[in-house]
């Protein structure tokens, strides 16, 4: 049985830092990819960062990038997400996805090639 399960969201003023956790069981093989998305009320659920946990290869939305830093431990099946310089167009809850199957560089940014989910952590940035 699947699980992510993430925690560390919270409230922060402008400029301030936040880390998110993403525990992740129940997986026979180690996902191909992992990411991070966020969905504010009224708007689609988006990309933030990725990771490919083999390759170590990260990819960023524009909008955070130089702010965001995602790492995963493969020892501990955590993936992390570090925030700095949050800004109030931040707030969103933050949700953790893994694929076990190919995600091309193009799409690693789609919910839709991702088909495990946790629950989800708001992040409220004033």
């Known amino acids: 049985h699947v699980q992510l399960v993430e925690s560390g969201g919270g409230s922060v003023q402008a400029g301030g830092s936040l880390g998110l956790s993403c525990v992740a069981s129940?997986?026979?093989?180690?996902?191909?990819?992992m990411g991070w998305f966020r969905q504010a009320p009224g708007n689609k659920r988006e990309g933030v960062a990725s990771?490919?946990?083999?390759?170590?290869?990260?990819a960023y939305a524009s909008s955070v990038r130089g702010r965001f830093s995602i790492s995963k431990d493969n020892v501990k099946n955590t993936l992390y997400l570090e925030m700095n310089s949050l800004k109030p167009e931040d707030t969103a809850v933050y949700y953790c996805?893994?694929?076990?199957?190919?995600?091309?560089?193009?799409?690693?940014?789609?919910?839709?090639?991702?088909?495990?989910w946790g629950q989800g952590t708001q992040v409220t940035v004033s």
């Open positions: 996805a893994a694929s076990v199957e190919y995600i091309g560089s193009w799409a690693t940014f789609s919910p839709y090639k991702y088909k495990y």
């Open positions: 129940g997986f026979d093989d180690r996902p191909y990819c």
């Open positions: 990771i490919r946990p083999g390759a170590t290869t990260t």
